[in-house]
């Protein structure tokens, strides 16, 4: 029953990091940017980066993830910080 809870309040976690980063891409496109930095924390950085791209998938948009020296994200104390690119 605990890992139950804990798997759903995991999920709940990574649904709220992807909606938000939904809106900070969102907003940036408004305003005329088209990379966004983005935020996850390093224990659910993959999943969320995973729910993103699906995301963007099952919407059509053309989109990439840049890299930073090599590295498709940096650490960030305890989050890893990546860079997302929508394309034209």
Same mark, same amino acid.
């Given at each position: 029953?605990?890992?139950?809870?804990?798997?759903?309040?995991? !999920?709940e976690r990574? #649904?709220?990091? $992807?909606?938000?980063?939904?809106?900070?891409?969102?907003?940036?496109?408004?305003?005329?940017?088209?990379?966004t930095e983005?935020?996850?924390?390093?224990?659910?950085?993959?999943?969320?980066?995973?729910?993103?791209? !699906?995301?963007?998938? #099952?919407?059509? $948009?053309?989109?990439?993830?840049?890299?930073?020296g090599g590295?498709?994200?940096?650490?960030?104390?305890?989050?890893?910080?990546?860079?997302?690119?929508?394309?034209?």
């Amino acid at each position: 029953m605990l890992l139950q809870v804990n798997q759903n309040v995991l !999920e709940e976690r990574i #649904e709220r990091e $992807v909606e938000v980063a939904i809106q900070k891409i969102s907003g940036n496109a408004q305003n005329g940017k088209s990379v966004t930095e983005i935020i996850f924390e390093k224990d659910i950085f993959f999943k969320c980066r995973t729910k993103l791209n !699906e995301y963007m998938k #099952e919407n059509n $948009v053309n989109f990439g993830w840049l890299d930073m020296g090599g590295y498709v994200s940096l650490n960030y104390g305890t989050h890893r910080l990546a860079k997302f690119k929508l394309k034209q």
